[in-house]
Structures are given as structure tokens and as C-alpha cells.
């Protein structure tokens, strides 16, 4: 087994993730092949000063394989990438799904990966311009990473952390947690819940406008401040809401948020969000 990983290959280093992983791992101290098949991907990697390879040829010799690929491609992907690789290295994904629903190529000999990008928090204390304007992350403001390697000793995994860490930096902490408990957080907090409110919250804004008469420019003034008290309150109970706040609250719940919604925590409904996401009939146990 590999407890040194000093070669990489990226797939889909032309993508969006693997553009900004490219621009971190270019950095590193790692011999790095960037792999990319289609030509508007090629030409990116190129104007970014890198050339592309043959992924046949790197991924043979290479202690890491990261497919920064769509996640509905993956498990085609992988059954053409798993046979090439060599034994002992690690085949390194950007998402948990296509790996909790099973569609990830197996071999014995390769162990498997996922590391999750966090995204800077919003309680983030930024100080700089480029910090401010870093709201992916990769750049300049710090993030965290989630990350599951559920075969590998510790070893491995301090030297896939550091890979991991090149990757999204700058990051702080890198939570290793399991392949099922990544995808309880992505898509079930983060997209599920986080991002669904956040597009509730938009159009809200827009509903206000349109049908209500505010002027713009007054409504995004309120809701932008209030986004940034709500999440202040709720988490860090920096001061209690207001008690008609909290009437106000209970109405928006009672009217918008059907009663039995957690049950998208039940293990069935995450198995059907991850079937819908990957357009496949259902996930594989
Ligand atoms: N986009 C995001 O914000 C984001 C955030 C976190 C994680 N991810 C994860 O990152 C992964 C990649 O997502 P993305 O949004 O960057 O995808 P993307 O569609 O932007 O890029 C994928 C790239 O892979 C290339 N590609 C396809 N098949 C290939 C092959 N056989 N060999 C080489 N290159 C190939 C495509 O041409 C494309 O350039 C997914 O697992 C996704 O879930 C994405």
C-alpha cells in the first residue's frame, strides 16, 4: 500500500472544480496530469498555462486519481479508470453521491475517497478585499473540508489530507467522516435544506416587488441585513428574536413548511433525492 503520493492525475481538469483545483495543485510540491476531453475544457486548461495528457498513460502511474467529473458520469468513468490504475493508489471523488449509491467502479486492490469542499462560513472573520470576494473558497478565504476514506490506515490518510488540503486551500479543519454521513450533508443539509431556503429566499424578494410595489432597492436593504440577524440569532443566539418575531416565525412555519419534513433525515428519502440526482431509478445496496 501507499503511504507516499506524490503523482496525481485530475480528470475533467477543464471543469469548474477541476480549474480550481488545478489552479491550487499547479502550486504544489505533487507531479500533476491534467486530463480533459472536451475541447472547451482543453483550451481552459491550456490558457491557464497547463498541458493537457493522456489520461491512459498518467493514470498508470499515478498514486492519485481524482475525478473531477460530473457525478451522472461517474460510474461509466470509473469502470474504463479503476482497470488502469495501479494497485494501491487512490481514486479520489469531489462528491459523495455517485459512492453511497454504489455506482463506483471496485477493485480490491485501490482504495476510494471523497473530500467535499465546505465553502467559507459566513460567521468567516475577513479582513481582506480578496478574502471577501473568495465565496466558493479555493482563493483566498479559509474553508473547511469533509472527507470520508473509510480503508485507509492512518498514514494514507495524513498523506491524502495534505493532497486534500493543496486541493481547497486555504482550509482550516478537515472533518474525516463516513461516505453516509457526506451525503446526510450534501444534498440533505446543504442542498436540501440550505440552498432550497436560500432560493426560497430570493423569491420572496422577487414576490415582494412584483406583487407587493416595494422598491427594490428598500426590499434587498431589509432582507439582505435581516438574512445576516436571522442566521446570527438562530446560530449564535447573539440576542433572542423579538417575541412577535417569534409569532411571525411559527406563522411562516405553519404556512410554508409541511409538518412531517424531517423525514427527509429518514435513510429512504436520502436513497430517492441521490436516485433523482443521478438519474437513476434507484440507488444500489
Ligand atoms: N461545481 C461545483 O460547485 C461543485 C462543488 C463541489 C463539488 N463538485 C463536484 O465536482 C465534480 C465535478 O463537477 P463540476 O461542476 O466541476 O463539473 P463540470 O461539468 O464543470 O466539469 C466536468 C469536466 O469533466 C470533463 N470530462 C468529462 N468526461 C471526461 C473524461 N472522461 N476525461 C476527462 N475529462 C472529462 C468535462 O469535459 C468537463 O470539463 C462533481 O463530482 C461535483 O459533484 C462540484
Not at 44 to 65: H, K, P, Q
Not at 128 to 143: C, M, P
Not at 165 to 171: E, K, L, N, T
Request: proline share 4%.
Amino acid at each position: 500500500m501507499l503511504t507516499e503520493l506524490k503523482t496525481i492525475t485530475l480528470l475533467g481538469a477543464g471543469g469548474k472544480m477541476g480549474m480550481r483545483i488545478s489552479d491550487n495543485l499547479q502550486k504544489s510540491q505533487y507531479q500533476v496530469f491534467y486530463c480533459e476531453t472536451a475541447p472547451q475544457g482543453q483550451q481552459r486548461v491550456n490558457d491557464a498555462g497547463r498541458e493537457v495528457t493522456d489520461a491512459d498513460t498518467s493514470i498508470a502511474i499515478s498514486d492519485v486519481v481524482i475525478l473531477a467529473v460530473p457525478d451522472i458520469i461517474l460510474q461509466k468513468i470509473s469502470s474504463v479508470i479503476v482497470p488502469k490504475m495501479k494497485p494501491g493508489a487512490i481514486l479520489l471523488t469531489l462528491d459523495p453521491a455517485a459512492s453511497y449509491a454504489n455506482l463506483i467502479a471496485q477493485r480490491a486492490d485501490i482504495l476510494y475517497a471523497v473530500a467535499h469542499p465546505c465553502h467559507p462560513s459566513v460567521f468567516l472573520e475577513r479582513y481582506t478585499k480578496a478574502e471577501y470576494d473568495d465565496a466558493f473558497g479555493g482563493v483566498a478565504a479559509v474553508q473547511s473540508i469533509v472527507a470520508a476514506f473509510e480503508q485507509g490506515t492512518a498514514e494514507q490518510r495524513s498523506a491524502l489530507e495534505n493532497i486534500v488540503r493543496q486541493m481547497y486551500a486555504p482550509v482550516d479543519d478537515v472533518h474525516w467522516i463516513t461516505v453516509k454521513q457526506l451525503a446526510y450533508l450534501e444534498p440533505t443539509l446543504v442542498e436540501t435544506v440550505t440552498c432550497m431556503v436560500g432560493t426560497l429566499m430570493k423569491e420572496a424578494l422577487d414576490e415582494t416587488v412584483k406583487s407587493c410595489g416595494v422598491p427594490e432597492a428598500a426590499a434587498k436593504a431589509i432582507m439582505y441585513g435581516h438574512i445576516q440577524i436571522a442566521l446570527a440569532v438562530a446560530f449564535r443566539s447573539t440576542n433572542p428574536f423579538s417575541d412577535a418575531c417569534m409569532i411571525a416565525i411559527e406563522y411562516g412555519k405553519e404556512k410554508i413548511i409541511k409538518p412531517d419534513w424531517k423525514t427527509i433525515f429518514d435513510e429512504k428519502e436520502l436513497d430517492l433525492v441521490l436516485a433523482r440526482m443521478l438519474k437513476i431509478n434507484a440507488v444500489r445496496r
